[in-house]
């Protein structure tokens, strides 16, 4: 039976309310014990001075690429990456091969993470092979264990089976989960219509592929009354549109991926394939929007979007490599210097974006740093100044743009089913 003893780690914790210097003492899966200067017998004492415990983050969007893809990453590689970014669980997206649209893809996804540190979800697709012609058959997946429901990569253009989906959701009180961009304003483009595209002479893609499919699927939401979850939140117009919608008591919430409120489009003046991304790169006043809708609570959840691609598919031409970059083990450095630092949100509101929301939101246990509660616990030094090394990373692929960059706060592990992994 594992012991542990993690000595003078600062506790933060907004869901308990602690927010304290004290030792931890767990044994095999359970916190027996909370208070000064604990020595249980036998346990092992890894000391934390200087550094915070917080409960376990959440990652509610990441792409472990399995089935199908696994030469890009697979659940096993992607647990390790979550875990060396400081998470305990993450919900994978369906665009899989075969695609997570029936019963026994979602058990295979849970046999595969089984035993790991990192607990991992799947998110089910709302239409059957993610064509946007005909629905997946969503009781059978919410009972196989499906968190959510998404066609992550394509959005739901089809009206009709968005708001089926939508009925289905509300019946299940899970999240239906949209990518949300018309693909008639989309088609073709690699980056974001701006001065930026025009001066590259670079195919572009309007906000309005965004901001309209946003305003049309909340007349759904508001109309069904349903769940409505908006992945990878972009632009100014979908912000103020999901403001707009929480102000009239929609059910609506929104994620945010540290891309978006920590780069805007004139780094694809770098021709950098690493930076393109869907949605792609939008410009500065995109990004304070982005920080302004974390902090007045527009934006529930920062959200990686981890998407791992293997080198050979990037290194080609801009217009011709795929949308996506890594984002697992640099998104707490990412969120600590844009966001803690620059004083948009708090340690406590930056953990409840990390942890506490996006279980919220996928219906997850709540995790408490309490006596007699789970161990779901993770380290993180928010002072710690790194420089980003890909090469270092535990994820299969290498593509993020953030290479080379100086970073201040990282993560130093996790204890999550009984099992602790600190890193180097």
């Known amino acids: 039976m594992a012991s542990f003893v993690f000595k003078n780690a600062h506790i933060v914790d907004p869901v308990s309310g602690l927010d304290t210097v004290k030792d931890i003492h767990v044994t095999d899966d359970v916190i027996a014990g909370i208070g000064d200067n604990l020595s249980p017998a036998g346990a092992d004492v890894i000391d934390l001075a200087g550094a915070h415990i917080v409960p376990g983050l959440c990652d509610m969007h990441v792409h472990f690429r399995e089935p199908g893809f696994e030469h890009k990453e697979d659940i096993r590689s992607g647990a390790a990456s979550a875990a060396a970014g400081g998470f305990t669980a993450a919900a994978c997206m369906p665009n899989t091969d075969p695609v997570i649209d029936t019963a026994s893809v979602v058990a295979f996804i849970y046999d595969r993470a089984k035993g790991l540190p990192v607990d ?6 709302i239409t059957k092979g993610r064509k946007g012609e005909s629905i997946a058959p969503m009781v059978e997946l919410r009972e196989a264990g499906a968190v959510g429901f998404s066609d992550d990569g394509s959005p739901v253009h089809n009206t009709k089976l968005l708001r089926t989906a939508l009925e289905y959701g509300s019946m299940f009180d899970v999240p239906i989960i949209q990518h949300a961009e018309d693909p008639h304003l989309f088609t073709g483009g690699a980056m974001n219509e701006s001065v930026v595209s025009t001066e590259l002479g670079l195919p572009a893609i309007s906000r309005l592929s965004e901001d309209a499919v946003v305003a049309r699927d909340l007349m759904f939401t508001e109309y069904v009354g349903g769940r409505y979850h908006l992945a990878h ?32 489009d004139e780094e694809v003046r770098s021709y950098d394939s690493n930076v393109k991304m869907n949605p792609p ?17 527009t934006a529930d959840a920062i959200a990686t979007d981890h998407a791992p691609h293997a080198g050979f598919e990037k290194e080609v031409e801009f217009v011709y490599a795929p949308f996506g970059i890594i ?22 509101q930056l953990v409840e974006k990390l942890s506490t929301n996006p279980r919220r939101i996928l219906g997850l246990p709540e995790i408490r740093i309490a006596e007699g509660a789970k161990a779901n616990l993770s380290f993180l030094d928010i002072s710690a100044q790194w420089k980003v090394d890909v090469n270092l990373f535990q994820s299969k692929s290498r593509n993020s743009p953030y290479h080379g960059r100086t970073l201040t706060g990282r993560a130093l592990g996790i204890y999550n089913n009984g099992q602790l992994v600190l890193q180097r």
Request: charge should be negative; aromatic fraction near 4%.
């Open 120 to 125: 991992v979800y799947p998110i089910a697709a």
């Open 233 to 264: 939140m972009s632009t100014i117009g979908a912000a103020e549109a999901v403001r707009s919608a929480k102000a009239r008591g929609l059910k609506v919430t929104s994620e945010v991926a540290p891309h978006h409120f920590s780069l805007t």
């Open 281 to 297: 790169l939008r410009r500065m006043d995109d990004v304070i929007a982005m920080k302004e809708a974390l902090k007045d609570g």
């Open 327 to 348: 984002g697992l083990e640099t998104a707490v450095g990412l969120s600590v210097t844009e966001l803690l630092l620059e004083n948009w949100l708090t340690l406590p």
